[in-house]
């Protein structure tokens, strides 16, 4: 159904930085109260749970990844559905409510996505408590294909803002549905009992390790499952955003699902046991690089090297990219990071030596590990767990997990780690799909690699983060000529401020002096969103968001 209204303008505006590569705020549609009864809803196609049980049967006694959610048909877009609404400005505005009968939670899968200038796409709960959003050109990808993360329930409600210079020119068609039925829940333990929240004391020497651990959603042939893998920093040093995971977590998947992977950065608790966690810090759409093209570890290590498509991994979510070891040295001790059944992050601790196995026939391809009791419980790993990171005690990666018998009722049974070593040229298959073609292009002989915050030298400028990071007052906010920033005591007279893009450039960069407050000239900023970031002695003192807006 579709049907036009006009109605009043509303003037507030918010903004969160905490969300899938978006530029925060809150739609239109809910800053306006517009009237959510109103909006037509489709329903996905049918949910068939009986089918689903028996087929999540026949993956488990085949030894494959858990499923945690099925996408079903939607096919609706502002050309067939929903509710168009004109603005007094020109402007318009499209909802759309979608529903998935019986859902735990929702994703929604686009194709034909294409955001013009200035247009916005917000997806939100029936409630309006959790947005995420609002997307924009900058998540414009080649072939059209965009996807959201989870928002829980049944039902969700889609919001495009199309301006009027732009009028006509989005693109924009719901293809699909993820209607997730399992291992989805913030507020329930998805993973076993034994398993330790990476923030308890047994993860306090690895947070920056924990920082490039990240849950994978994978998209393949129509199933929703989870893997883990890691963001890996590569000889060049240049920040390009590879994440190292399993070959069997994406064996035979299509160039257009990869476009709708996501990576979920600080999915984790808090605290040990207890505290909150975000599962909106995403980069969407990846491209193959890399392989062992052996099936899976059939014949041979079973790893893929991944790069987002988004060339930037934006600094508000802390990525540190992952050091290596391809001498196929073993190490004495170690830990493994993961997100098991999908789970917030957890850590796995090894304390005896690896040992030098085969996993599908071939030898010496893989690490074997047997976990160990500590303070907080007995880490092991499940399905989800796939492709992450083994850490020696360098905290270097030296394998990725292809499998194994641990669980939580078998704690003394091993898992099996694909050999970085083998990984770096062993494998079967062309040369140019081997790990070294990537993260050694010019094949320096380079075989073991730090890790870092910063890889590339710091477009930011900065060695780390300060522990008390202020808010900073920004007024107005949005602006379209100057800001009015208040400056803490502690950055004044040696502090400056820096501009960044969302995708984290430094896009300007000014000395504060010694005054209580500075102002922000925006003119020769482009409109959009950006972040403030106040640093003094190489320290992020405050930060902010900051939206610009042109006529």
């Known amino acids: 159904m579709i049907r036009n209204i006009t109605i009043l303008a509303f003037a507030t505006f918010s903004f969160s930085l905490f969300a899938q590569i978006s530029t925060g705020g809150k739609p239109y549609g809910l800053r306006a109260g517009l009237d959510l009864q109103e909006v037509p809803t489709i329903h996905a196609g049918p949910f068939d749970a009986l089918a689903v049980a028996a087929e999540d049967a026949a993956r488990e006694a085949a030894g494959l990844i858990p499923a945690y959610s099925r996408l079903l048909p939607v096919n609706a877009g502002p050309g067939d559905a929903g509710l168009w609404t004109d603005l007094p400005n020109g402007d318009r505005i499209w909802r759309l409510r979608v529903i998935s009968d019986g859902a735990l939670a929702t994703e929604l899968y686009f194709t034909d996505f294409l955001m013009p200038d200035n247009a916005s796409l917000y997806v939100y709960g029936e409630d309006g408590a959790q947005v995420i959003g609002g997307f924009t050109a900058f998540n414009n990808s080649d072939d059209g294909r965009f996807a959201t993360s989870l928002i829980p329930g049944e039902a969700c409600i889609v919001e ?81 955003p590879y994440f190292l995971t399993a070959q069997h977590c994406g064996d035979g998947t299509s160039a257009s699902d990869f476009n709708q992977w996501k990576f979920y950065f600080n999915y984790e608790r808090s605290g040990c046991g207890s505290g909150g966690s975000t599962s909106s810090h995403v980069v969407v759409g990846c491209t193959k690089r890399g392989s062992s093209n052996d099936g899976g570890g059939d014949s041979g290590s079973d790893f893929l090297l991944l790069e987002a498509n988004n060339a930037v991994i934006p600094t508000s979510y802390h990525p540190y990219w992952a050091g290596w070891d391809a001498t196929g040295t073993g190490s004495s001790g170690g830990v493994c990071i993961h997100h098991p059944s999908g789970d917030r992050k957890k850590i796995s601790t090894f304390n005896g030596n690896t040992s030098s196995m085969s996993w599908g026939g071939v030898p010496n391809t893989h690490w074997r590990v047997y976990w160990s009791a500590t303070a907080n419980g007995y880490g092991v790993t499940e399905g989800g767990s796939s492709g992450s990171p083994l850490f020696n005690s360098s905290h270097r990666i030296i394998g990725t997990l292809t499998g194994g018998g641990s669980s939580c009722t078998n704690t003394n049974y091993p898992d099996y780690f694909g050999k970085v070593s083998y990984h770096w040229q062993s494998n079967p298959g062309p040369a140019s799909t081997r790990l070294k073609a990537w993260l050694d292009p010019q094949s320096t002989g380079t075989l073991t690699l730090n890790g870092s915050y910063d890889p590339c030298g710091a477009s930011i400028g900065i060695n780390e983060l300060s522990n008390t990071v202020q808010r900073l007052e920004v007024f107005p906010n949005p602006t379209t000529d100057e800001a009015l920033i208040n400056i803490p005591q502690i950055a004044r007279h040696y502090g400056s401020l820096e501009v960044h893009d969302m995708g984290g450039r430094l896009v300007a960069n000014v000395a504060v002096g010694s005054a209580t407050s500075h102002r922000l000239d925006t003119t020769t900023l482009d409109g959009g969103a950006y972040v403030l970031r106040l640093v003094a002695e190489e320290k992020v003192i405050g930060t902010a968001p900051l939206i610009v807006v042109r006529p």
């Open 160 to 240: 495009y803002h199309e301006p009027a210079a732009v009028v006509g020119l989005g693109h924009l068609y719901v293809a699909s549905i993820g209607h997730a039925y399992r291992n989805v829940e913030d507020f329930m333990d998805a993973s076993g009992p034994c398993q330790v929240d990476v923030n308890c004391s047994e993860g306090s020497a690895w947070t920056e390790q924990r920082d490039a651990a990240v849950r994978i959603g994978i998209v393949d042939s129509g199933l929703g499952y989870w893997c883990s893998g890691a963001l890996v920093n590569n000889v060049a040093q240049d920040c390009k």
